[in-house]
């Protein structure tokens, strides 16, 4: 197997080092089109509410038509950024043009495509809080501007991962780290900082989950301001507050990427090549699990503003509900990133002595069960969203409602539960190793 990698990677050396980069940016171009998934989704989510909205209130076509055409484009966004990135990296690609590795630098070409992946959810998230905008201007017309406060901020909101994931796809091509500190590195090094790149751009996809959930929050603050223009206030409050929870798992993945680009803790460690760069790729890996709480969080998040609608006087308990559910759906993405940092910083597998195949495939393995997380992300948030609804609509049954909620919710935390484990083991009690 040690050869059969040695002849690998001199394959790839083979290669003329413009052509390894263009062929991996030709990847990176295609990957980032994915990205064009959630605006197709939201867009056509807004016009069929706005041509429901139509069909039930003619006479107000005008307004929900407008307010459909301008959360559309707003949502267009994200499909607009991932074809700029993928028109640089096919008729400007600055990264043919860096000093390094080309194997690192290649890694770093398909890392672009990877982040901005996460734009779709950005893309579904705005459609619905256009979508829900136009369906409000449609019955309440006089209620025009509430409406459109909560759907843009919702959105502005709900587009900051797909402005992080741009970011680190510009840093990628315009000002590499990777490719820097592949400069005068060996072979080995320049594999483990282009896995480590490849980590680093699918940490981002975990945005995909708060860009659906804070578009979520903002369609619901834009029906509820319909519904009830003196809520406007406490609605913009709840969805505020709800989706900055629901981004704290896309500021965990931002920050995972960072460490991975600009402090790669794997650079002058003595061990297996292989075994590093299959670990900075299970690290960002392993935050995808993220993707479930922002969903859930923003799901959470979107109930409390409907429930606080409902009784404005329980706005308060209604929050208390929001919040604790949400620190509780919280937990899969701590767990994702509990593993992503035992990876980088405290890797048990780098220190044994064993197959390396097996200790790689082990880091990737461990990454891979962190996504299990997904689940009760989501589960758990729509369990604190109902609790938050209910609890608007009747707040003295705060505490009942509470304790329903997180039984329910530790109930549905099991399967993350499993896939912690499951990675706990592969990386300090592998019983695959004494195997051979």
């Avoid at 991975?260 to 075994?275: E, Q, R, S, T």
């Amino acid at each position: 197997m040690a050869n059969f990698v040695e002849q690998f990677m001199t394959w790839l050396l083979s290669f003329d080092k413009e052509a390894l980069i263009l062929g991996a940016s030709a990847i990176g171009a295609g990957l980032a089109m994915i990205a064009g998934i959630g605006p197709g989704v939201g867009q056509g989510y807004a016009a069929g509410k706005a041509a429901e909205s139509t069909g039930a209130h003619p006479e107000n076509q005008k307004t929900s038509l407008m307010t459909m055409l301008v959360g559309a484009g707003v949502a267009e966004t994200t499909g607009i950024l991932s074809l700029v990135v993928a028109l640089i990296l096919m008729f400007g690609n600055p990264m043919v043009n860096q000093e390094g590795n080309a194997i690192a630098i290649a890694g770093s070409a398909i890392g672009v495509g990877l982040a901005m992946v996460a734009g779709v959810g950005a893309g579904i998230g705005c459609g619905y809080a256009a979508g829900k905008a136009a369906e409000a201007t449609g019955f309440a017309p006089e209620n025009q501007r509430g409406i459109m406060m909560c759907m843009l901020l919702g959105s502005a909101v709900a587009q900051t991962t797909g402005i992080f994931s741009l970011v680190i796809a510009l840093i990628f091509m315009f000002a590499n780290p990777i490719a820097a500190a592949s400069v005068g590195g060996t072979p080995e090094l320049a594999v483990v900082l282009g896995l480590s790149a490849m980590g680093a751009g699918a940490c981002m996809i975990a945005g995909l989950g708060s860009g659906v959930g804070v578009g979520y929050a903002g369609g619901k603050a834009a029906e509820a301001v319909g519904i009830n223009p003196e809520s406007t206030s406490k609605s913009i409050m709840l969805m505020l507050v709800g989706s900055a929870m629901a981004q704290t798992s896309a500021i965990f993945s931002l920050v995972v990427t960072l460490i991975l680009m600009y402090a790669n803790p794997f650079i002058g460690v003595d061990a297996n090549f292989l075994i590093l760069g299959c670990s900075g790729l299970a690290a960002g890996i392993a935050m995808i699990g993220g993707l479930g709480p922002g969903i859930g969080q923003g799901y959470a998040a979107g109930k409390a503003v409907e429930g606080t609608s409902f009784n404005l006087n329980a706005s308060n308990k209604v929050m208390v509900v929001m919040i604790l559910g949400q620190a509780i759906a919280q937990t899969s993405s701590i767990f994702s990133l509990v593993v992503a940092l035992i990876l980088m910083y405290a890797n048990p597998l780098v220190g044994l002595d064993s197959s390396f195949i097996i200790l790689a495939a082990s880091a990737l393995g461990a990454g891979f069960a962190m996504i299990a997380g997904v689940g009760p992300g989501i589960g758990q948030g729509f369990a604190a969203g109902k609790a938050s609804e209910a609890t608007g609509m009747r707040p003295k049954l705060q505490g009942a409602v509470i304790r329903t909620m997180v039984l329910g919710q530790a109930v549905a935390q099991t399967t993350g539960i499993y896939g912690l484990v499951i990675a706990l083991v592969l990386l300090f009690a592998n019983p695959l190793i004494g195997l051979l």
